[in-house]
T-cell receptor
Framework: QKEVEQDPGPLSVPEGAIVSLNCTYS??????FMWYRQYSRKGPELLMY????GNKEDGRFTAQVDKSSKYISLFIRDSQPSDSATYLC???????????FGTGTRLQVTL | DAGITQSPRHKVTETGTPVTLRCHQT?????MYWYRQDPGHGLRLIHY???????DKGEVSDGYSVSRSKTEDFLLTLESATSSQTSVYFC??????????????FGPGTRLTVL
């Protein structure tokens, strides 16, 4: 079983829609969860991170962790064409801040 | 953008030739990482460094070696390139380690094609 699994999409939504992106993970000991955004032909950049369980909100973005089901989510409200990118979940798995990434979900927001 | 550059940005080479990719940072961060990104696999860690001359393997290290003789430079070498090493390679840096929140900053990537 992979440590992190993510639906690759692609996901296409109209402008203004609420988007839900999800990952599952295998090890209940993981505590730091991150979402990176990657525009085409660019390096990933950190969008949000959460520690343990609960929600974290930043503008139109909400990151959620459900440790009981080992499920992490990123919600985007009022999606914009500029949100079109690949979104990767990542988990800090231990020493040296090594990250394990999901495969990424490609999102397209259409006008 | 965090001060990370990668060179070359694009490279086409032939099977069996050696290839070296360079990552250079101006942030004085201790940790540096090399990833490859492939469709269906996402980002996978090749090697990482936790200090000058201190390196360790990631999950896909076979066929790759690394060196770090200065804080600012981390080199990735493909001793004898194979077509399976065609990929986009990303360097990342982080200021500290441990099982905690430590943001990794990524470079712009190198597109390598092995014919």
């Amino acid at each position: 079983q992979k440590e992190v699994e993510q639906d690759p999409g692609p996901l296409s939504v109209p402008e203004g829609a609420i988007v839900s992106l999800n990952c599952t993970y295998s090890n209940s000991a993981f505590q730091y969860f991150m979402w990176y955004r990657q525009y085409s032909r660019k390096g990933p950049e950190l969008l949000m991170y959460t520690y343990s369980s609960g929600n974290k909100e930043d503008g139109r973005f909400t990151a959620q962790v459900d440790k009981s089901s080992k499920y992490i989510s990123l919600f985007i409200r009022d999606s914009q064409p500029s949100d079109s990118a690949t979104y990767l979940c990542a988990i800090n798995t231990g020493t040296a801040s090594k990250l394990t990434f999901g495969t990424g979900t490609r999102l397209q927001v259409t006008l | 953008d965090a001060g990370i550059t990668q060179s070359p940005r694009h490279k086409v080479t032939e099977t069996g030739t050696p290839v070296t990719l360079r990552c250079h940072q101006t942030e004085n961060h201790r940790y540096m990482y090399w990833y490859r990104q492939d469709p269906g696999h996402g980002l996978r860690l090749i090697h990482y460094s936790y200090g000058v001359k201190d390196t360790d393997k990631g999950e896909v290290s076979d066929g790759y070696s690394v060196s770090r003789s200065k804080t600012e430079d981390f080199l990735l070498t493909l001793e004898s390139a194979t077509s399976s090493q065609t990929s986009v390679y990303f360097c990342a840096i982080s200021s500290s380690g441990g099982a905690s929140y430590n943001e990794q900053f990524f470079g712009p990537g190198t597109r390598l094609t092995v014919l």
